[in-house]
């Protein structure tokens, strides 16, 4: 009866072996998966900083904004466009 024994003792110890190899390749996966995640996340902030950046440098053209509503409709946008990078982090650099 003990030789009986020894195979379900094998047969338990490759189940408890496949699973922690599945978990563990579960977990390297996730891992490797963020930190891809991450890095793309830091490229995108990085392109809308950069475009944020230009965007702001680029001044309305100059004039009279009560006599002239066109120029004042194009210094109103550039105020708001060129606040949009300091609100989502991005620090004040030049392009």
């Not at 009866?1 to 195979?7: D, E, F, N, Q």
């Not at 189940?15 to 490797?32: D, F, K, R, T």
């Not at 998966?33 to 991450?38: G, I, K």
């Amino acid at each position: 009866m003990v030789k009986g024994r020894y195979p379900y003792v094998a047969l338990t110890l490759l189940s408890v072996l496949l699973s922690a190899a599945a978990l563990l390749g579960a977990v390297g996966y996730y891992h490797a998966n963020q930190a891809a995640q991450r890095h793309q996340a830091e490229l995108i902030e990085q392109r809308l900083c950069t475009t944020f950046a230009k965007l702001s440098a680029e001044k309305p053209p100059p004039g009279n904004p009560l006599t002239n509503p066109a120029r004042a409709f194009d210094q109103g946008q550039h105020a708001i466009l060129a606040q949009v990078g300091p609100d989502i982090g991005c620090t004040r650099r030049t392009p």
